[in-house]
């Protein structure tokens, strides 16, 4: 669940504010941020993951109080609970797809890479549709 309350943000070189007085979003409900480009899309996922605090305001995010975590505990929250695409993603081209999904995995600590943390990259892969190209290179995947 996604549950933000009177929640601030303003970039530190100014330019841009958000302000949600209340966003809730249940678990397993699916949702999209739409707008035009630098309308806060970018900066309210940030926000709720923890990548950003707010400047005021309450941020809970699958049950966990975000905004009142420390960096380190950010950090480790996201690891461990949150799954980002970015707009400008890198994979790897020497690992094929299922080990650019698992690669964080080789990365942190906090994540532990056995046959569960697979089989969820599977099942995930399935829930996309690209589990076909799993074994496939990303520039190969990315080609058809």
């Given amino acids: 669940m996604i549950d933000l ?3 601030r943000f303003e970039y530190t070189q100014g330019g841009f504010s958000l302000c ?77 797809v299922l080990e650019n999904i698992l690669y964080p995995y080789r990365l942190h600590h906090d994540l532990v890479l056995d046959a569960d943390a697979r089989a969820r990259a599977q099942r995930l892969a399935a829930d996309l549709g690209i589990d076909r190209l799993l074994r496939t290179q990303p520039r190969r995947a990315l080609t058809g």
Avoid at 45 to 68: F, H, K, M
């Fill in 20 to 96: 949600v007085p209340e966003l809730r979003i249940s678990a397993g409900t699916k949702a999209a941020a739409i707008g035009p480009s630098g309308s806060g899309k970018t900066t309210l996922l940030n926000v709720i993951s923890g990548i950003a605090c707010p400047d005021g305001g309450r941020v809970n995010t699958a049950s966990v109080r975000v905004d009142s975590l420390s960096l380190a505990a950010r950090r480790s929250f996201r690891i461990k609970t949150i799954g980002f695409v970015f707009q400008d993603f890198l994979l790897l081209d020497y690992l094929d």
């Fill in 5 to 7: 309350r009177d929640v």
